[in-house]
């Protein structure tokens, strides 16, 4: 028995084949474009998205099932009778609707969100992206008259094309503002406030069972990219945490039965995931916008040109010689939750090199995550350790810096794809196998080896205030 997991993320698609003995093998991969039709605007094309998925699944050959996990809140708009999308998708890295969100805000709406949803007002989440369409694109009206308008995250749009069943999973759900944390449906209040019409709205399901067909094949699990991830690295217990070190660096830890309000330290509540027949696992999550993202970013101004001239700095830590950057490239997620931030540099004298611009965005980025396990340790009882995978989890230096500031082990899985791991793992779950393979033991740990976290999260915390409404000043 083996299945295939479709790990659709931010840059590209790829597809794994899984079987009953842990093999673990990568058959596809395709990367899509990036579309940026305005400043802070970011898109995809769906039907370039739905190809990749439709290839990535076909090169696994003959399986029992399939997974898909999808980049969480983006959203897409299509036409339920030709099944034709009628924008390009808009990522969840946009901030189109920040407008909205600051309106809803400052009229007091955050309370309600924060209730019902266990989400603050962002343009990260999905409902003001999915009322963007029917305000801005002239089709979408016209298809609402005719009751043809479907709004929904990517894969419900993935699976309205793979098998004509028009549904998306609870934590897909939980990532758009529009669903109670109590009930896990879609709720009135919610849809009202957004102005998001329920009826174009997907039937929400557990994360495992029968999401229709593709070619004769069962769909078995659907959830998004990060809670998949969270379930890859074999987190299970209240307080298990890992860190995906991706385009952003996303934090997730397990809750367990019962939600944990998190909104006085600016984490988010959310679904870990639901098996069919279960009640769902709760999780506290907290994202930082800039991660890989931002590595690229400095790469392309020619800041280094191999990834291995970043892997170690011979001088101390920048932080500690006054130098800080803040990767607020694209604003600040978790705790702060501003999106006027702006990227920063802050000590920059005569005597300061490319090298030492680099050390102090690697510290940035590790700092930031440390910024969110810290918010996270004030609600739950955290692990020891903090399991992390992610192109920047290659990087030794990440690596060590992140369990200096944390005071934390450190830990490598040694599977690099943990998303489709994860969603491998959960689609066997879909097709009732009860035992699953054992994970295989981890790569490497990083354990603390400075005591100087105190003073280094001490000195970011001021760099975080001066890039704070950057934008708005």
């Known amino acids: 028995m083996k299945v295939v997991a479709v790990d659709q993320g931010t840059t590209g698609t790829k597809s794994y084949v899984y079987d009953v003995d842990g093999r673990f093998t990568s058959v596809a991969g395709f990367e899509h474009a990036q579309v940026y039709p305005q400043p802070g605007w970011v898109e995809h094309d769906p039907e370039e998205l739905v190809r990749h998925v439709t290839l990535a699944i076909a090169a696994a050959g003959k399986v029992d099932a399939i997974g898909i996990d999808n980049q969480g809140e983006t959203v897409i708009a299509w036409d339920s009778a030709t099944g034709r999308p009628i924008h390009n998708a808009i990522v969840w890295q946009d901030d189109r609707t920040k407008d909205v969100t600051a309106r809803l805000e400052a009229e007091g709406a955050e309370e309600l969100t924060q209730e019902l949803a266990g989400l603050p007002l962002d343009s990260y989440f999905s409902a003001a992206k999915l009322r963007w369409f029917i305000d801005h694109v002239p089709e979408a ?192 997620a978790c705790p702060h939750w501003d999106r006027a931030a702006a990227g920063l540099w802050i000590g920059l004298g005569l005597d300061t090199t490319r090298a030492d611009l680099m050390q102090s965005l690697i510290e940035g980025v590790a700092l930031r995550a440390a910024e969110v396990i810290a918010a996270m340790a004030e609600l739950l009882p955290l692990g020891a350790s903090v399991s992390v995978d992610g192109g920047m989890a290659k990087n030794p230096y990440l690596l060590q810096v992140l369990a200096d500031v944390t005071g934390r082990t450190i830990v490598v899985p040694s599977s690099t794809d943990l998303t489709a791991l994860g969603t491998a793992r959960m689609a066997m779950r879909g097709l009732g196998v009860a035992t699953l393979p054992e994970l295989p033991p981890p790569a490497s740990s990083v354990k603390p080896v400075g005591t100087y976290g105190p003073q280094a999260r001490s000195r970011f915390a001021t760099a975080i205030t001066r890039a704070r409404g950057w934008k708005e000043a």
């Not at 070190?245 to 996303?250: E, Q, R, Y």
């Not at 509540?269 to 916008?289: I, N």
């Not at 800041?303 to 970043?310: G, K, M, V």
């Open 141 to 332: 009206k016209g298809l609402l008259k005719q009751k043809r308008l479907r709004l929904g995250t990517s894969e419900a749009f993935f699976l309205a094309r793979l098998t004509g069943q028009f549904v998306t999973d609870v934590t897909n759900a939980s990532r758009t503002s529009l669903m109670s944390l109590d009930s896990f449906q879609w709720d009135p209040k919610l849809c009202d406030l957004f102005g998001v019409p329920m009826e174009c709205l997907p039937e929400i399901r557990p994360s495992t069972g029968h999401f229709g067909e593709h070619k004769g094949v069962p769909v078995t699990a659907s959830f998004v990219d990060q809670q998949a991830a969270l379930f890859g690295h074999g987190c299970s217990g209240v307080g298990d945490v890992k860190i995906t070190f991706g385009t952003g660096a996303f934090a997730l830890a397990i809750a367990g039965a019962k939600r944990v309000n998190g909104s006085r330290f600016g984490i988010v509540s959310t679904v870990a995931w639901q098996r069919l027949k279960e009640k769902p696992h709760f999780a506290l999550e907290g994202g930082v916008y800039n991660a890989a993202s931002a590595v690229n970013w400095a790469k392309q101004l020619g800041l280094f040109s191999d990834y291995a001239e970043i892997n170690a700095f011979g001088k101390e830590p920048a932080i500690l010689r006054g130098l800080a950057f803040v990767p607020a490239l694209s604003g600040l």
